[in-house]
C-alpha cells in the first residue's frame, strides 16, 4: 500500500490542521499526519556529526520523520505564513534535513515521481508567497522529492476559514490527486 506524509506546522487547531485532515481522509493509502504542535523536534546542532555517522545523532521524532519522509511515496507540508516566512517551528524541522545533504559523498538526484504538496494558509490576500514556497520545494529535495505543487489558502485568519471555502477545498482534491496519482 502506498504510504503518504502529511505534515501540520500549525500551533492551533485551525485551518492547517482542518486541510491535514481533509487531505488523510480523502487518500486511500496509509497516511501519517504529524502534528509539528505534538511533536519533539530539536535543533539542529551544526556539529556536522551526520557528515562522518550518516545520520543526525539527534534522536527525536524529527530523526524518525525524515527517515520515513525518504521511504514514502509521497508528502504534504501544510503550514500557516508568519511574517511573510515559514513558522520557526517548520524552519527547526526543516534544518534537520541538513543530516541528509552531503555534497562530499554521492547524492541521489531528487526523483520525479515522488512529489510533494505544498500548502500555505495566511490571513492576507493580496501578497505573493510562491517564493517562499519555492524555497520549501528546494529543501524537500535535499530528501529526494523531485515534483511539488503549491496551493495558496488566502483569507484564513478565522481557523474555520477553510471548512467554508469551496474553491480552496477543490484546490486541494486537485493537489491530492496530483501528488497520489
Ligand atoms: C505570528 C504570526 C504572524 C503572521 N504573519 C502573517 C503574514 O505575514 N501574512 C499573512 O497573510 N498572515 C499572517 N498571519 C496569519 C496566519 O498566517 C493565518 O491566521 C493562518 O491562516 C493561520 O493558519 P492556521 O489556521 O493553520 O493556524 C500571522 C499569524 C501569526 C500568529
Redesign the pocket.
Known sequence: MAKYIVING?T?K????AIANFIKEKIDGDVEIFNIKDKEIGFCQADNACKAKDECIVQDDAYDLINDLEECDGAFIIT?????RLPGMVDALIDRFYSKFNPAKEMKAPDESKKIGIVF????GE?DYTPVAEHVAFEFGVLRFGAHKNVMCSE??D?K?FESKDDQQSQINELISWVCE
Open positions: 500549525s492551533r485551525g485551518n492547517s490542521y500557516p505564513i508568519f511574517f511573510g494558509s495566511y490571513g492576507g501578497a484564513n485568519n481557523p476559514g
